[in-house]
Structure formats: structure tokens, C-alpha cells
């Protein structure tokens, strides 16, 4: 229920809160670089969706996959394979990242209007997964505590300070290093302008997704494979 | 050594049986107050809050109060199976929950200690007693939320996510990044208006009612009050406006009780004295010691 009325009472509340104000934003339109001024309302409607829902699925990644290891290790034990195993919990981490990010996805599409919806809902779902598998990878790593500090503070780091388009124009050089930031520039140009200019982005978002994502399903193979397995 | 501070060692031990834990409860709030204090006092400024030192000064607060709820939530969710086994072996409960109550405390302290040095190293503190004390509210308050959600939440998704809720709400949509007397958000709680660095917003008699209680500690009250004046409406001339022909001629306007020296039409604002309505909050009053102007 709380990944439900999250994202819901937080798109919301940025839509209540913000004044009307113009702000320059730098953005890429038809392959060229160009400053524009954007209503600050609007800006934050388009963005405040993400910042909840990457927490949400760091700390949904990370205990999902936590809880799951006393489970895995008796299913390895009775015959289950490893990589159905890993399938299967990386599923159920999947739906629930696709049903936050599709709720807020509503909430949003309320409050804000993107030009390109495809695009702006698949910058989400890049942010939003992306930030799931940092919170597999975070569980295991750092612990439970360690790993509730961790799955808030990077996602707020990041998207929250370093890509918000409401603080600077365009994002400082360290936030170009960060998991967010391809799927933020996405979400950003999907949502402000009518055509896709962030491939190179896209691909960023795409190889921090793929290369997290390996580093999950070897952090957690041991777990899922039957070591003690009785003869 | 009494079997309370047994406890308390124990349960400290516990915490940091995985010592990434005590790395994290300093390191976080370090990097938090040190990379976010500026874009945090921008990000006020343009959502119509006071920005600025005030809620650069805040960070430290908001930092240690999310680590203080975090680790009383895993201090009280994760040991309901080993406080059960002691209260059957004995342990008085009052006891028990003093001892948790006492690590949480000490974790806290810890965690507000970090972000108080970082605050120091970044912009300097102008008035340590008064943020410090402050600072540790912010962690106390946050602590008992920790505890109430670990006593009633036991999943750690869902307790995790209520206190990251709760504090998003109270940090973003708070009046210290906001504009303080909006609609929208005047029924959320109001930390900020805790942290000695007071932030309290004109309101209703009701609202100033409600969060009087929650202001009305020593640490909330400007140094230069000294003690709690009556709202300006009510107020007689000072003194200082009786030596002063200006300030005398137009001390049939009530002054601001806030220190901004303003005459002004004021309403209490229950927090700690009374606000102009001209500058919204009782920043002048910290301005006044530090030689800003607002």
C-alpha cells in the first residue's frame, strides 16, 4: 500500500507547494543545445516522481532480496535451479517496481503533461529499475541498517541534489557518474520537449541498468545455489 | 555496573556487531550536511521558503533525525524475538525499554554529533549551543518515530518506507523549504520550527496552539527573548521605544515581538514569541545576532 500513496501524495504535494516561476533549464532539441524557460510548477510535477520511487525501489530491491535468502537456500536445497531461482525473486522485484512506477505514472499524468509520454514513462521505469538493482546489490553488501542509509541517501544525492533540473540547468560533472543520470536526462527531455535528443543517455542509463544488474545476479549465485546440497 | 548499563553495552555491541553500521551513522550524515546543505538552502529559495544559512543550518537536523529513526526502528523491529525471551527470563519491560531507549539515544547523539562537526567544517556554527540542541531534538523526535513504527510496523519494507515518508514530508513540504503560511501544507509537522533556528510561521490561534506544545522547549525560544513575550498586540511600549523619539512616535502601531524591529501588524505564531508578518518567521531575530539583514 505505502508504494501506492507515496508517489501519489508526494507528486501531489510538489504540484501544491511550488510557485509559479520561470527557470532556465538547458536542454537538447534537435541536436542542438539550447537554454529554455519553463514554468518552475511544471518542472517539478515532471521530476518529483522519480526522486520517490528510486527510494521506494532501493529499499524494496533491498529487502525483497534480503528476506529472500533464507527462502532461496531451502528451495536450492529442494531441486530448484539457480538461474529460475534469480529469475523468479528479480520478477517479483520487477512488479513491484512497475507498480510504483506506474501509479505515480498516473498520479502524474494528472498534474503534468509530457510531450513525449512513451518516452517519459520508459525514463521512469529506467530510474526506477535502475535504482531497484542498487538496492539488491546494497542488502547483501552493507546490511539491513547500513543499507536503509545507503538506498536513501545515493537516490537523494543523486536524483534529489545532482539531476534536479529545479537547482542548476543542467546537471554538475559528478552527477554525470551517477546511476540517475541517463534516466533523468530522458525523463527531463521526454517530459519538456517534442523530440528524443538523450541517446547517448539512454545508453549511460541503459549500461549502469545492465552492468548493476550483473553485479546483483553474481552478488546473489551463491545464495542460490545448493553448496550443502545432502547426497 | 548496573544491569541497565549491561543492557545498553550489549545492545550498542549488537548494533555495531556489523561495523559498517558505526561507519555509516557518522559518514552519512557527513556526506548529507556537506553535499546537500547548499542546493538544499537553493532549493528553499525557490520553492518561497527563507533559504540561506537558516536551512543550510537545518541539514544537520534532518540528517541526524533520519539516521536516529532508522537505527531505533531496526533497534526496536529487529529484537522483538530476543525482548520477548528476556522479559520471559525476568527483565522488568520498563527496564527493556529503557535500555533501548537509552542505545537509541546514544545512537542518536552520535548521529547528530557527525552532522553538528560537518556543519562546523562547512559554515561554521554561529551559535553551537543553541544548534546542538536543536540538532539533538531533531534526532530525539525522529527517534521516537523509529520507535513507534518498530513497536507497531514489523515488515522492514513497509517501517523503512513509513519513516522515509514521513521525514520527505517533513523535510520537503515543511515550511523550512517552503513558503511557511501556504495552505496546502500547514497540518504537517513542523520540525524545522524545533531546531533552535526557528522557522515558525504566522498562523491561526488554533495552529499556534497545536504546534505550541511542540515548540515551546528552551532551544526554540530566541537568545534574545530571554523569556516568553506576550503577543505585540497585547504588548506595552518597551523601553527602548519610550527612550526613542522615533520608535516612541510609532508605538501606537505594536512592535514585532521578534527582534526585527519593525512596527508592524504581528500575530503570535506560538512558536517561541511572536513574528512580523512583514519578514513571516522570526529569522530577524537570529539576524540581529549575526549582523544580517533580512
Known amino acids: ?231 | 555496573m548496573s544491569t541497565d548499563t549491561l543492557f545498553v553495552r550489549r545492545f550498542l555491541t549488537d548494533y555495531a556487531r556489523n561495523p559498517v553500521n558505526l561507519l555509516f551513522l557518522v559518514l552519512v550524515p557527513v556526506v548529507f550536511v556537506v553535499v546537500a546543505a547548499g542546493s538544499m538552502a537553493d532549493a528553499a529559495k525557490l520553492l518561497g521558503g527563507p533559504g540561506g544559512p537558516a536551512v543550510e543550518t537545518a541539514t544537520a537536523g534532518w540528517a541526524a533525525g533520519f539516521l536516529a529513526g532508522i537505527a531505533m526502528y531496526f533497534q526496536t523491529a529487529g529484537s522483538h524475538d530476543a525482548d520477548r525471551r528476556l522479559t520471559q527470563a525476568g527483565l522488568a519491560p520498563g527496564r527493556l525499554v529503557t535500555a533501548r531507549l537509552l542505545t537509541g539515544l546514544i545512537l542518536a547523539a552520535t548521529a547528530a554529533a557527525a552532522a553538528l562537526l560537518a556543519l562546523a567544517a562547512r559554515t561554521g556554527i554561529d551559535q553551537p549551543a543553541r544548534v546542538a540542541a536543536g540538532t539533538l531534538m531533531f534526532a530525539v523526535i525522529y527517534l521516537a518515530i523509529g520507535a513507534l513504527v518498530g513497536a507497531l510496523v514489523r515488515n522492514p519494507v513497509n517501517g523503512t518506507v513509513l519513516i522515509l515518508f514521513v521525514w520527505i514530508l517533513d523535510v520537503f513540504f515543511g515550511p523550512a523549504l517552503g513558503s511557511a503560511d501556504r495552505l496546502a501544507t500547514r497540518a504537517l509537522p513542523r520540525t524545522s520550527s524545533r531546531s533552535g533556528w526557528p522557522m515558525c510561521p504566522p498562523g491561526t490561534a488554533a495552529e499556534s496552539a497545536t504546534w505550541a506544545g511542540r515548540c515551546s522547549g528552551p532551544s526554540a525560544r530566541p537568545r534574545s527573548a530571554g523569556r516568553w513575550s506576550p503577543p505585540p498586540a497585547a504588548a506595552s511600549p518597551s523601553r527602548r521605544d519610550e527612550a526613542d523619539p522615533v520608535r516612541s512616535a510609532t508605538s501606537s502601531v505594536p512592535a514585532c515581538g521578534c527582534g526585527c524591529e519593525r512596527p508592524a501588524a504581528t500575530r503570535c505564531c506560538g512558536c517561541c514569541s511572536s513574528s512580523c508578518r512583514s519578514c513571516s518567521c522570526c529569522w530577524p531575530t537570529r539576524s540581529r545576532h549575526t549582523g544580517r539583514k533580512h
Open chain 1, 1 to 231: 500500500v505505502l508504494l501506492l500513496i507515496v508517489p501519489i501524495v508526494f507528486v501531489l504535494l510538489a504540484d501544491a507547494v511550488t510557485p509559479h516561476r520561470q527557470e532556465a533549464l538547458t536542454l537538447t532539441e534537435g541536436g542542438r543545445t539550447v537554454i529554455e524557460q519553463f514554468d518552475l510548477t511544471t518542472i517539478h510535477r515532471g521530476t518529483m516522481a522519480p526522486i520517490a520511487v528510486a527510494s521506494l525501489a532501493a529499499l524494496a530491491g533491498m529487502f525483497l532480496m534480503l528476506d529472500a535468502r533464507s527462502g532461496n537456500q531451502r528451495l536450492a536445497l529442494a531441486g530448484f535451479r539457480p538461474p529460475a531461482l534469480l529469475a523468479s525473486r528479480l520478477a517479483v522485484m520487477a512488479l513491484a517496481v512497475l507498480l510504483a512506477t506506474a501509479v505515480s505514472l498516473a498520479v502524474t499524468a494528472a498534474v503534468f503533461d509530457a510531450r513525449q509520454w512513451p518516452v517519459y514513462a520508459a525514463g521512469n521505469l529506467l530510474v526506477a529499475a535502475t535504482y531497484a538493482v542498487v538496492g539488491v546489490i546494497l542488502g547483501p553488501v552493507f546490511g539491513r541498517v547500513s543499507g536503509v542509509f545507503l538506498a536513501f541517501l545515493i537516490p537523494f544525492l543523486d536524483l534529489g541534489i545532482g539531476q534536479s533540473p529545479m537547482l542548476r540547468s543542467s546537471p554538475p560533472a559528478w552527477a554525470h557518474w551517477m546511476p540517475g543520470y541517463g534516466g533523468s536526462r530522458v525523463l527531463i527531455d521526454a517530459g519538456l520537449t517534442t523530440g528524443f535528443d538523450e541517446t547517448r543517455a539512454l545508453l549511460i542509463g541503459l549500461a549502469w541498468l545492465i552492468g548493476l544488474a550483473v553485479a546483483a545476479i553474481l552478488l546473489l549465485r551463491p545464495n542460490t545455489a545448493p553448496a550443502n546440497r545432502p547426497s
